[in-house]
């Protein structure tokens, strides 16, 4: 069964930076693809970052470009979201989420990703 794990979440002022991880178990994740999303209150879920895991084919939400990277480190079976320059906009729980069989354009829609991890909270104070 696939497990996703996020840490890293937290407060943080304005212009600060975090680092979110997702540590993945339970399959050989080579033909996966992994995304981030997050949710702030009385709002739907959004997607913010996808990789392939085995290519390391990136793909951003205009919102998060240049601002945000998504890598991930196969040894560790970790992906990872270094987040720059985060406003107040940027709060919200952050959740890790995958699907298989990665290929072709990565995925942005919430129904698209087949496991999920529990979230972690981000909030980023004025």
């Known amino acids: 069964q696939v497990q996703l794990v996020e840490t890293g979440g937290g407060l943080v002022q304005a212009g600060g930076s975090l680092r979110l991880s997702c540590a993945a178990s339970g399959r050989t994740f080579s033909s996966y693809a992994m995304g981030w999303f997050r949710q702030a209150p009385g709002k739907e879920r959004e997607f913010v970052a996808a990789?392939?895991?085995?290519?390391?084919?990136?793909y951003y939400a205009d919102s998060v470009k240049d601002r945000f990277a998504i890598s991930r480190d196969v040894a560790k079976n970790t992906v990872y979201l270094q987040m720059n320059s985060l406003t107040p906009e940027d709060t919200a729980v952050y959740y890790c989420?995958?699907?298989?069989?990665?290929?072709?354009?990565?995925?942005?829609?919430?129904?698209?990703?087949?496991?999920w991890g529990q979230g972690t909270q981000v909030t980023v104070s004025s």
């Open positions: 990789i392939s895991w085995s290519a390391g084919n990136t």
């Open positions: 989420a995958a699907y298989m069989p990665a290929g072709g354009r990565l995925r942005v829609g919430v129904h698209e990703y087949m496991y």
